[in-house]
């Protein structure tokens, strides 16, 4: 079935340092989704690409899809302690359907001020 | 209610009871989800329904069942609850599978 690997797990950083987090899918996606969770909280949706090499941007934050629709990242530039939380990235399999929707393990962004 | 709802918030659960998580959105989504998470293990697809009547297993369906009787309502059961049933459940919802997932607030079950 459909894999979907998120890296790094865990990324600490200074605020105000940059952070990435990369995804790769296993199989090409008809879209990939960006949720953040913060600590004790529940996943909450921030975008998503559908699009062949497209790059969206919410404020500091850039998410970007691969050419070949199996990767993305998302890039936060100069980080805030607001960032701190769990960043996931789903990717939706071509055809749809719910089981079609996978999520990467996570990115535990770790902020130190 | 706007949104989705799960109840309880959180529970302890003897080992060996049987448990169902409640999961109701007004949405009108028509697929709708239950994860698990765990620590260093993500979000766990256990079961889905693309719409009311159907119904799908997902990554870690072994021990729970599900039923999708009406748009709104998508339970989670735990026939014989296991210690290792213990973790974060949570409920979520989209329009189809392919478009934003909403999530509840999430059930904390612990399992002794």
């Known amino acids: 079935g459909q894999q979907v690997m998120q890296i790094p797990q865990y990324q600490h950083v200074q605020e105000g340092e940059d952070f990435t987090t990369y995804c790769n899918s296993s199989?090409?996606?008809?879209?990939i989704q960006w949720y953040k969770q913060r600590p004790g909280g529940h996943p909450v949706f921030l975008i998503q690409?559908?699009?062949?090499?497209e790059v969206k941007k919410q404020k500091r934050l850039t998410f970007q899809f691969g050419e070949a629709k199996k990767n993305s990242s998302l890039h936060i530039t100069a980080t805030q302690t607001t960032d701190v939380g769990t960043y996931f990235c789903a990717g939706a399999a071509a055809g749809g359907g719910a089981d079609g929707l996978t999520f990467g393990k996570g990115t535990h962004l770790i902020i130190q001020p | 209610i706007a949104g989705i709802t799960q109840a309880p918030t959180s529970q302890i659960l003897a080992a060996g009871r049987r448990m169902t998580l409640r999961c109701t959105q007004d949405m009108r989504h028509n697929a709708m989800y239950w994860y698990r998470q765990d620590l260093g293990l993500g979000l766990r697809l256990i079961h889905y329904s693309n719409t009311a009547g159907t119904t799908g297993k997902g990554e870690v369906p072994d021990g729970y069942s599900v039923s999708r009787a009406n748009t709104d309502d998508f339970p989670l059961t735990l026939a014989s609850a296991v210690p290792s049933q213990t973790s974060v459940y949570f409920c979520a919802s989209s329009l189809d599978g392919n478009t934003e997932a909403f999530f509840g607030q999430g059930t904390r079950l612990t399992v002794v």
């Open positions: 199989t090409t996606l008809s879209n």
């Open positions: 690409l559908v699009k062949s090499g």
